[in-house]
T-cell receptor, first 115, second 113 residues
Framework: GAVVSQHPSRVICKSGTSVKIECRSL??????MFWYRQFPKQSLMLMAT?????????EQGVEKDKFLINHASLTLSTLTVTSAHPEDSSFYICSVTGGVQETQYFGPGTRLLVL | GNSVTQMEGPVTLSEEAFLTINCTYTATGYPSLFWYVQYPGEGLQLLLKATKADDKGSNKGFEATYRKETTSFHLEKGSVQVSDSAVYFC????????????FGQGTRLTINP
């Protein structure tokens, strides 16, 4: 399967700052990438779906102006948490797929802590 | 709506014990069902899947059968090993142009030697 990396693996930032998280597909052409959020001891919740070269589709309740997603190439997607607040502290996970009905391959996740 | 409910953990077993992790779902339409596993420090990996009723998914000694009548997809393994210690996630998809996964809350499994 595909190898997916995320950077950074952990980040601590001050309230009000912006944080960028990268998701890279190292050996796979990812036409679609997904971003998930996971709270402690809870399930993964889909935040948005992005296709290479087009705007991301956000799930209901996810603020698109707060969570900016860019899918500039078939191997890179970025999630920027703008003006982060403590309630944005969470574990953010990306996944990649080659298309509809294809298996999703997951990154190891990024833990964000906002002070 | 679509949802997945998993057996609450954590689950602790001795090596060679029989494992069952329960999973039930609610879905509109005909979902595909999955089990993902997350080993410490790694991303989620697909363990097995089933795409229609009565299908059995299997991998690495794990099995799960898609039971439409009971809306269940329980994960089983006859003899667990220490290396099976991980978090297990049950999930479903209802394909709507993109494969959107709906996950259960995860079950942490620890196997003691």
């Amino acid at each position: 399967g595909a190898v997916v990396s995320q950077h950074p693996s952990r980040v601590i930032c001050k309230s009000g700052t912006s944080v960028k998280i990268e998701c890279r597909s190292l050996d796979f052409q990812a036409t679609t990438m997904f971003w998930y959020r996971q709270f402690p001891k809870q399930s993964l919740m889909l935040m948005a779906t992005s296709n290479e070269g087009s705007k991301a589709t956000y799930e209901q309740g996810v603020e698109k102006d707060k969570f900016l997603i860019n899918h500039a190439s078939l191997t890179l997607s970025t999630l920027t948490v703008t003006s982060a607040h403590p309630e944005d502290s969470s574990f953010y996970i990306c996944s990649v797929t080659g298309g509809v009905q294809e298996t999703q391959y997951f990154g190891p996740g990024t833990r964000l802590l906002v002070l | 709506g679509n949802s997945v409910t998993q057996m609450e953990g954590p689950v602790t077993l001795s090596e060679e014990a029989f494992l069952t992790i329960n999973c039930t779902y609610t879905a509109t339409g005909y979902p595909s069902l999955f089990w993902y596993v997350q080993y410490p420090g790694e991303g989620l990996q697909l363990l097995l899947k089933a795409t229609k009723a009565d299908d059995k998914g299997s991998n690495k000694g794990f099995e799960a059968t898609y039971r439409k009548e009971t809306t269940s997809f329980h994960l089983e393994k006859g003899s667990v090993q220490v290396s099976d210690s991980a978090v297990y996630f049950c999930a479903l998809t209802i394909t709507q142009g993109a494969q959107k996964l709906v996950f259960g809350q995860g079950t942490r499994l620890t196997i003691n030697p």
